[in-house]
């Protein structure tokens, strides 16, 4: 990357001094830290991306700072210069704008003391230093700029009472003190990324900076104009999309996080949804802590794939604003909802919340944002079109069109537990309005299952004049770790074109087993569904703040209506073929009895085929150690009808979280004598499918890098169809 300086023509006798202190990260990659500085991590190495010139340094946004031995004079001031790129705000605790905690882009402050160059969770930002004549504060005038690299200068001259502020050779604004005054400075080290009072949640620290970092210099003095003129700066912009990636190296060691399963680059994600296919191109928006791996602060990431195995990440679509300077109708997130598509553009609808009145600030609220974007990765919100009224809570729309008319169906927390909320577009007047209208005519409490809340719904067709109606119920006799177990539930019935009629009132768990839920769908070029849904953690907060990460999508699957017209049938979606590699194994007639047989190890991710020839029941230990001392078994039964897991040996880890055992009802009439076992294992997650038409997906953590072993058994001597596929990881 070529240099220029700005001022080069421009005739001085003030020679630029030399910098007190010069960090820059070209020999990171090389083990090498900058001289005189220490950069902090709880990965095996620093981050190292490209930078303004040269290398980078990347923050993981919640673990790594640097600091470094800075001597100021209080007298002759100084000037500090740095390039930055930051993928987003810094997170915050979801408090109201006087109560947040700022991040740092640079400070060496303690105890009201020193400096400090400083953004909030809404990029408001600014810097402040102490002096003699008080604290002096400079607030820049517009958010500081996303996902592009940035200079920011900052000249304090305390003979002339001055503080300047820069971005990009341009004068931000002045603050005035008092010539002459004497700057109140702090004797800790300058820190990089940290800010000198963190926000915590949990076990996280949830405010430190996610950013490329690179160029930085602090001159013993206030450098003039010319001399701010004369740094040096790139020739042509450098592109800080390829600074912002998440470097390979941060999780080469891990051997539980996912390979070909979709999931962001790093940090926290849950819900998918709004799973949309425009022109060749899906596009999955999900939740999202772009910081790190916990919750607070919700954003929209953006993934696209043209295949749904290999994902492109793409900058996330929404975050949280303010719409003055200290209130904004999604300011506490943007949670879940949906995505269409509709006259050329598409519309995102979303759960808005805040810290104004339930009602009058519509929190929460589901609000709108706009895209004309042909790649959906500009948005313009239009703000909220609902509030709750009517209801005690209310989260996640889901919209399907009619003719000309549009529905959208919104999980609701009714006074009799979970259900719904119906609306209905009618646009008769000069302004359109959603109306709530009767969805079913069965009452909810007649389908809920005990529920606070019904969570991410969701309303489709599938086929043959049968519909299928899914709901995510959760809190009140429902918990993640109980009975009932929070998992996806459905339907089926029929539509009128205004009112639902289930054929059964009692739901039908989606999966044999929980452990997957909130699935979002979108039609393939030939009309079939595809079904994306989160296979949650079950390990504690402490163990996804060491890994980085917490949360993965599931393999896409195939929505089909099953041979009864009553049950929904779920199979791997046919794209998943392109993951599989050379097969290890073909067998064609297996013999298997009681004794394990080992079919093979070494692989972090790979799919099994195996059909049975009989129905006795038959065992698989995945992720297996070859000492025994770790492995997750799978159980089915085909006589008794029934899939069960145990994890008692899965881990010598004691951070795995929920049931270690797990049991389901597998339904003969529905899905067909037991006979086709498919299994995907990828690092710490599984997905089963039994005779591609019914499924479950599960965490398991093995500890020992050696427990990638595979095992076969049966309870009597039978023979089995064996193919053993190693997966690749996606381009």
Not at 340 to 366: C, M
Not at 412 to 429: C, I, N, P
Not at 528 to 539: Q, T
């Amino acid at each position: 990357m070529a240099f220029i300086c700005l001022g080069a023509r421009l005739a001085s006798a003030q020679p630029m001094p030399a910098p007190l202190l010069a960090l820059n990260f070209d020999r990171l990659a090389q083990g090498e830290l900058p001289v005189g500085a220490t950069i902090h991590t709880q990965f095996r190495a620093p981050d190292v991306v490209p930078g303004v010139i040269g290398s980078a340094w990347r923050t993981d946004g919640f673990s790594s700072y640097t600091q470094a031995a800075l001597p100021l004079d209080a007298h002759a001031g100084f000037t500090l210069s740095l390039w930055l790129a930051l993928e987003s705000f810094p997170s915050d605790r979801e408090v109201p704008v006087d109560e947040l905690s700022p991040s740092s882009i640079a400070q060496q402050s303690q105890d009201g003391k020193g400096f400090d160059l400083h953004v909030d969770a809404f990029g408001r930002w600014g810097f402040r230093i102490a002096t003699s004549a008080g604290m002096l504060e400079l607030l820049a005038p517009q958010r500081f700029p996303l996902r592009r690299w940035v200079q920011v200068i900052v000249s304090v001259d305390p003979q002339a009472g001055l503080v300047r502020l820069y971005q990009d050779g341009a004068l931000l604004g002045t603050a005035s003190g008092q010539p002459g005054m004497r700057l109140l400075l702090s004797a800790v080290p300058l820190t990089l990324a940290a800010p000198a009072i963190e926000a915590r949640i949990l076990d996280f620290i949830v405010n430190r900076l996610n950013a490329a970092y690179d160029e930085l210099a602090v001159y013993p003095s206030a450098l003039s104009v010319e001399q701010i003129r004369r740094l040096p700066v790139p020739a042509v912009a450098p592109d800080a999309e390829a600074s912002l990636v998440v470097p390979a190296t941060r999780f080469a060691g891990d051997t539980q996080r996912p390979r070909v399963h979709p999931m962001p680059p790093a940090n926290w994600t849950n819900e998918p949804h709004g799973l949309i296919r425009v022109g060749n191109a899906w596009h999955l928006f999900y939740q999202r802590t772009p910081n790190g791996p916990y919750k607070t602060l919700m954003h929209w990431g953006h993934m696209t794939s043209t295949d749904l195995v290999s994902w492109k990440h793409l900058p996330d679509a929404l975050w949280p604003e303010l719409q003055t300077e200290d209130s904004g109708f999604d300011m506490k997130g943007i949670w879940s909802g949906h995505v269409i598509e509709d006259g050329g553009k598409a519309f995102a609808f979303y759960t808005s919340v805040n810290h104004g009145d339930r009602l009058s600030a519509a929190n929460p609220g589901v609000a709108m944002a706009v895209s004309e974007d042909p790649q959906l990765r500009h948005w313009r919100k239009l703000g909220p079109v609902l509030n709750s009224q009517g209801l005690r809570d209310f989260r996640d729309p889901f919209l399907w069109k009619e003719g000309s008319t549009w529905h959208m169906l919104v999980g609701a927390a009714l006074e009799s537990g979970g259900g719904l909320q119906h609306y209905v577009l009618d646009r008769s007047q000069a302004r359109p309005q959603w109306k709530p209208l009767r969805f079913t005519d069965v009452a909810w409490r007649q389908l809920d299952n005990g529920s606070e809340i019904w969570e991410m719904p969701v309303f489709v067709p599938l086929g043959d004049g049968v519909w299928l109606l899914l709901a995510n119920p959760i809190g009140g006799k429902v918990s993640k770790y109980g009975e009932p177990a929070t998992r996806a539930v459905y339907w089926t019935g029929t539509w009128s074109g205004d009112l639902f009629t289930p054929f059964d009132r009692s739901p039908k768990p989606l999966d044999l087993l929980p452990g997957h839920l909130a699935p979002t769908v979108g039609r393939a070029a030939d009309g079939s569904l595809r079904a994306i849904g989160i296979v949650d953690e079950r390990r504690t907060p402490a163990a996804q703040l060491r890994a980085g990460w917490a949360h993965v999508f599931s393999l896409p699957r195939v929505w089909t209506l099953g041979p009864d017209r009553r049950t929904l049938g779920q199979a791997p979606a046919p794209e998943l073929r392109a993951l599989r590699d050379d097969p290890l194994r073909t067998d064609s007639a297996l013999a298997l009895d009681e004794h394990p047989q080992r079919l093979a190890s070494g692989m972090q991710a790979y799919e099994l085929q195996l059909d049975l020839s009989g129905t006795a029941p038959v065992t698989m230990d995945l992720m297996a150690s070859p000492d025994g001392g770790e492995f997750t078994r799978l159980r089915f039964d085909p006589e008794q009808g029934s899939v069960s897991v145990d994890k008692t040996h899965a881990s010598l880890s004691a951070e795995n979280e929920g049931p270690l055992r797990l049991q389901g009802h597998y339904d003969r009439a529905a899905f067909g004598v037991m006979r086709r076992l498919r299994v995907f294992v990828d690092g710490s997650v599984v997905d089963v499918f039994v005779n591609d038409a019914a499924a479950y997906s599960l965490r398991s953590y093995p500890t020992l890098p050696a427990s990638t072993g595979l095992r076969l058994s049966s309870d009597r001597p039978m023979t089995a169809q064996v193919q053993l596929w190693p997966l690749r990881p996606p381009p």
